[in-house]
């Protein structure tokens, strides 16, 4: 089984809201990562998790604040929004055997997120 | 730094046609490369990767082969189907678990 599942599939909010993301994955993967994909572009990277802990940041505004619960979980808390953030968010996992970039990265359907 | 080129789209061809979207890559190593599938309005699929120079990766009647001196990964398939019209990525990852993606070719085929 590869699947990673997001909730939820589609968000609406206000710039004022909060709201979170979150993704499941249950293959026993180490890595866990947040893309932001904006239409008719490729997928950009937010955050890594590896083993829980935060290991990269590509300088995202503070309003994202990720959080790695436990192996299986990922979440992404959503406050103080731009319209400008309106994006489809995915998840994805891989094993994080530590090979030299070998590993395969897993996606989830996404989160179609409009900010008004 | 690494990056990927891809050809631009979109393709356009006929149910049955031969396919082919071209890939190149620049690295100061040895990565891994990949090719991901975006259904519309779906997240990403892995449809095949390679490790080293000259593997084949194979999926669902799509090939690419690693090549190392031309540095490209091109996809090819010999007969498309209306249910392969999608957004095709290339990508690569080297050192660390970080994808560094083309900018994407959006195939459509038609009956």
């Known amino acids: 089984d590869t699947e990673v599942t997001q909730t939820p599939k589609h968000l609406v909010m206000g710039m004022t809201n909060k709201k979170s993301l979150k993704c499941e994955q249950h293959?026993?993967?180490?890595?866990m990562y947040w893309y932001k994909q904006k239409a008719k572009k490729p997928p950009e990277l937010m955050f890594v998790?590896?083993?829980?802990?935060?290991?990269i940041n590509e300088s995202v505004p503070s309003r994202f604040s990720p959080e790695c619960p436990n192996s299986s979980l990922l979440n992404l808390h959503l406050h103080a929004l731009q319209p400008e953030d309106s994006a489809l968010y995915l998840c994805?996992?891989?094993?994080?055997?530590?090979?030299?970039?070998?590993?395969?990265?897993?996606f989830g359907p996404g989160t179609r997120l409009t900010v008004l | 730094g690494d990056s990927v080129t891809q050809m631009e789209g979109p393709v356009t061809l006929s149910e049955e046609a031969f396919l082919t979207i071209n890939c190149t890559y620049t690295?100061?190593?040895?990565?891994?490369l990949f090719w991901y599938v975006q259904y519309p309005g779906e997240g990403l699929q892995l449809l095949l990767k390679?490790?080293?120079?000259?593997d084949k990766g194979s999926n669902k009647g799509f090939e690419a082969t690693y090549r190392k001196e031309t540095t490209s990964f091109h996809l090819e398939k010999g007969s498309v189907q209306v249910s392969d019209s999608a957004v095709y990525f290339c990508?690569?990852?080297?050192?660390?678990?970080?994808?560094?993606f083309g900018t994407g070719t959006r195939l459509q085929v038609f009956p």
């Open positions: 994805a996992s891989s094993q994080a055997t530590g090979t030299g970039g070998t590993d395969t990265q897993y």
């Open positions: 293959m026993g993967h180490r890595a």
């Open positions: 998790y590896s083993y829980e802990k935060l290991s």
């Open positions: 690295a100061t190593g040895y990565p891994s």
């Open positions: 390679a490790t080293k120079a000259d």
């Open positions: 990508a690569l990852s080297e050192h660390t678990d970080k994808l560094i």
